[in-house]
């Protein structure tokens, strides 16, 4: 065999395995935009949580927005370093349709003060174990703490992002959607 071509097969091979590997992890993550994807959204966008005042409440009247869902608790360090994030987000994103929404896994007590210490000015809301199994069908295999997901305009899942996030990766997820 020729340097040229094995060059060339091992380039093809390397293409081939790095391929693989990203069309993996999108089906890893959920974001190969699959009718189970889809139905996982939907089902999260239709259940029912509980509001700070202990209403029932619904993200379905939110379709029509960029939702960034955020499941987190207060006594998750990494999601009290991000929660400031995500209320300067909102507030900076507002006007181009994108809502932020966080889903506590936490005693509603405990997320009231929480809201007022941070000042956060978008819908927080209380969730049991069926949020959590909703969360992992999802994307978020382990069930950790925090987890985003951002769903389109239309609904569909567009990313689910494991762990704390940094301002330029959630800027870098918003950006395609606006």
């Known amino acids: ?3 040229l071509r094995r060059a060339l097969l091992v380039a093809g091979i390397g293409g081939t395995a790095a391929a693989a590997g990203y069309f993996a992890h999108l089906w890893r993550i959920g974001a190969t935009g699959t009718a ?19 209403a029932p409440q619904t993200l379905a009247g ?24 995500f209320v300067r ?18 005693q509603v007590d405990k997320v009231r003060t929480f809201a007022r210490e ?17 969360s992992r069908k999802a994307g978020n295999k382990a069930g950790v703490l925090p987890y985003t997901l951002v769903l389109d305009r239309s609904g569909k ?18 950006a395609p959607l606006l």
Not at 97 to 104: K, L
Not at 157 to 174: H, P, T
Request: net charge negative; with cysteine; glycine share 8%.
């Open 36 to 54: 189970a994807g889809d139905d996982v959204a939907a089902a999260i966008l239709g259940s029912t949580l509980q509001s700070l005042d202990g």
């Open 1 to 3: 065999m020729t340097p």
């Open 62 to 85: 939110l379709r029509g927005k960029i939702l960034v869902i955020n499941y987190w608790a207060t006594w998750c360090a990494p999601c009290r370093e991000e929660i400031p994030l």
């Open 157 to 174: 899942i567009a990313a689910s992002l494991v762990g704390s996030i940094s301002e330029a990766r959630m800027r870098a997820q918003l």
């Open 89 to 106: 987000l909102q507030r900076e994103y507002a006007a181009k349709n994108v809502q932020f929404v966080g889903i506590a896994i936490d």
């Open 118 to 134: 941070f000042n956060v000015d978008y819908p927080l809301l209380i969730a049991g174990i069926d949020a959590v199994e909703l």
